[in-house]
């Protein structure tokens, strides 16, 4: 996912009103626009239009096109005209972290998974969830025994870029965000199951051997919390 700092960037750059609307207006037209066509429609300065169009390219939220309006070519045509148009980027921050993609994402595959193989629907979303978590945890790839500090310091890393929240407590990784909140209030079997199989996975992508997930609500936090085995305490 993007990063956060570069989002909010971007939304924060349509807070003045004339930006915004000149991006509702490049973005609900047919045809990218030139900045002459923008000041008209808009009635503002062109100076103004020019220097609010450019920012908004800046941020990453308008892409340009250089093309001769005249549609005429060789010598005499003129130069081409800088059009602008919306690009095709996805811009969104919440605050606390959701992650209401990722699980559209595990969703819409168990119920591709569930419909193809007659798999329980439930069972799917765990198999579906395991496996996502699992290729998340191996982006990049795990040494194969590492280090119990590397591990944990490797798993913090990939479940904050997921929005969790983690939080190291003695011999524990504690999740302070739930990225599926309101999903998960509505539910819970599901979703919290999603979340289980999910941290699951990252666990077993990463390849720690000495920790697992388990299902343990607490007001505040993620149903998941994440605990060194009994038996790999002494072995730290």
Same mark, same amino acid.
């Given at each position: 996912?993007?990063?956060?700092?570069?989002?909010?960037?971007?939304?924060?750059a349509?807070?003045?009103?004339s930006r915004?609307?000149?991006?509702?207006?490049?973005? !609900?037209?047919a045809? =990218?626009v030139? &900045?002459?066509?923008?000041? +008209?429609?808009?009635?503002?300065? @062109?100076?103004? #239009?020019?220097?609010?169009?450019?920012?908004?390219?800046?941020?990453?939220?308008?892409?340009?096109?250089?093309?001769?309006?005249?549609?005429r070519?060789?010598?005499?045509?003129g130069?081409?005209?800088?059009?602008y148009?919306?690009?095709?980027r996805?811009?969104?921050?919440?605050l606390?972290?959701?992650?209401?993609d990722?699980?559209?994402?595990?969703?819409?595959?168990?119920?591709?998974?569930?419909?193809r193989?007659?798999?329980?629907?439930?069972?799917?979303?765990?198999?579906?969830?395991?496996a996502?978590?699992?290729?998340? !945890?191996?982006?990049? =790839?795990a040494? &194969?025994?590492?280090?119990? +500090?590397?591990?944990?310091?490797? @798993?913090?890393? #990939?479940?904050?870029?997921?929005?969790?929240?983690?939080?190291?407590?003695?011999?524990?990784?504690?999740?302070?965000?739930?990225?599926?909140?309101?999903?998960a209030?509505?539910?819970?079997?599901?979703?919290?199951?999603?979340?289980?199989?999910?941290?699951?996975?990252?666990?077993?992508?990463l390849n720690?051997?000495?920790?697992?997930?388990?299902?343990?609500p607490?007001?505040?936090f993620?149903?998941?919390?994440?605990?060194?085995?009994?038996d790999?305490l002494?072995?730290r």
């Amino acid at each position: 996912m993007e990063d956060l700092q570069a989002q909010v960037a971007s939304i924060g750059a349509l807070a003045e009103p004339s930006r915004l609307a000149l991006y509702r207006y490049v973005a !609900g037209a047919a045809e =990218p626009v030139s &900045r002459e066509q923008a000041a +008209a429609a808009m009635d503002l300065p @062109l100076h103004s #239009v020019k220097f609010h169009l450019d920012r908004l390219v800046a941020e990453g939220l308008l892409e340009v096109e250089y093309r001769r309006l005249t549609g005429r070519t060789g010598p005499g045509a003129g130069r081409p005209s800088k059009l602008y148009r919306r690009t095709s980027r996805h811009v969104s921050v919440s605050l606390p972290d959701r992650r209401y993609d990722l699980a559209g994402e595990v969703l819409a595959a168990a119920v591709e998974r569930s419909t193809r193989e007659g798999t329980r629907i439930d069972e799917a979303v765990q198999q579906v969830a395991h496996a996502t978590g699992s290729r998340l !945890g191996s982006e990049p =790839p795990a040494p &194969r025994r590492p280090r119990r +500090a590397e591990s944990t310091a490797r @798993l913090v890393g #990939v479940l904050g870029n997921h929005g969790y929240e983690p939080r190291l407590v003695d011999d524990d990784v504690c999740l302070t965000n739930c990225p599926f909140d309101r999903l998960a209030a509505e539910h819970t079997d599901l979703v919290c199951g999603m979340n289980l199989a999910l941290v699951g996975g990252v666990i077993d992508g990463l390849n720690i051997e000495t920790m697992s997930a388990r299902l343990e609500p607490q007001p505040g936090f993620c149903c998941v919390k994440i605990a060194t085995k009994p038996d790999r305490l002494d072995r730290r």
